[in-house]
């Protein structure tokens, strides 16, 4: 294996029982399961956000969520990149790409000691840190009983890995083109190594 296309989703973009599939085994949220019934597991390495779905259906399901979904502006995704920018040389990870939308999040990643559900956390916490050392945290108008703040993002996330350097130029080349595709400006971050097969 060379590395990792890892994807997660901001709160409330992608739920665990959206008709075109996720990556959830099931819905653990009980209002969730309610709008909008059990998990839609897929096993697949290629994107279904283009599938026909009907949209009315996960609008309604959308609407069962606790907080408002969040939506990161240029500013918050800059406040994010500064926190993964933070943790990767604290724990020895090469990004080869990088695109954080407003409201999901990819990075092709090297190779790693930790296992992809691990490193999703990882990166997770700290695009989190990043948004709380710049005062950004997306939530910070929901805090919870306890005073904490609900987490800007989605359970879990997608982790592919990719074995060949084919399989890591045609995911790097993907994620480089997301913000342009979605008609954003191009991203460039600091912390992106080129890649070298």
């Given at each position: 294996?060379?590395g990792w296309h890892l994807i997660?989703?901001?709160?409330?973009f992608?739920?665990?029982?959206?008709?075109?599939g996720?990556?959830?085994s099931?819905?653990?949220?009980q209002?969730?399961?309610?709008?909008?019934?059990?998990a839609?597991?897929?096993?697949t390495?290629?994107?279904?956000?283009?599938?026909?779905?009907d949209?009315?259906?996960?609008?309604?399901?959308?609407?069962?969520l606790?907080?408002?979904?969040v939506?990161?502006?240029?500013?918050?995704?800059?406040a994010?990149?500064?926190?993964?920018?933070a943790?990767?040389?604290?724990?020895?990870l090469?990004?080869?790409?990088?695109?954080?939308m407003?409201?999901?999040?990819h990075?092709?990643?090297s190779?790693h000691?930790l296992?992809?559900d691990e490193?999703l956390?990882c990166?997770?916490r700290?695009g989190t840190r990043g948004?709380?050392?710049?005062g950004?945290?997306?939530?910070?108008?929901?805090?919870?009983?306890?005073g904490?703040?609900?987490?800007p993002?989605?359970g879990?996330g997608?982790k592919?890995?990719?074995f060949?350097?084919?399989?890591?130029?045609?995911?790097?080349?993907?994620?480089e083109?997301?913000?342009?595709?979605?008609g954003l400006k191009?991203?460039?971050?600091?912390f992106v190594a080129?890649?070298?097969a």
């Open positions: 294996m060379l997660f989703s901001a709160y409330g992608w739920l665990p029982n959206d008709e075109r996720s990556g959830s099931r819905v653990r949220a209002h969730i399961y309610e709008a909008g019934g059990d839609t597991t897929v096993n390495r290629h994107s279904v956000a283009r599938k026909p779905h949209v009315r259906l996960r609008l309604l399901a959308k609407e069962s606790k907080y408002p979904p939506k990161l502006s240029g500013v918050q995704a800059r994010v990149a500064r926190g993964i920018a943790v990767i040389p604290k724990v020895g090469v990004v080869y790409a990088c695109a954080i407003p409201d999901h999040v990075l092709v990643v190779r000691r296992d992809g490193l956390a990166i997770k700290a948004l709380n050392e710049e950004l945290h997306p939530m910070r108008e929901c805090p919870r009983a306890n904490r703040l609900p987490s993002w989605g879990g997608g592919v890995m990719l060949t350097k084919e399989d890591m130029l045609s995911r790097i080349r993907y994620v083109r997301n913000p342009v595709v979605a191009a991203q460039r971050w600091s080129p890649f070298v």
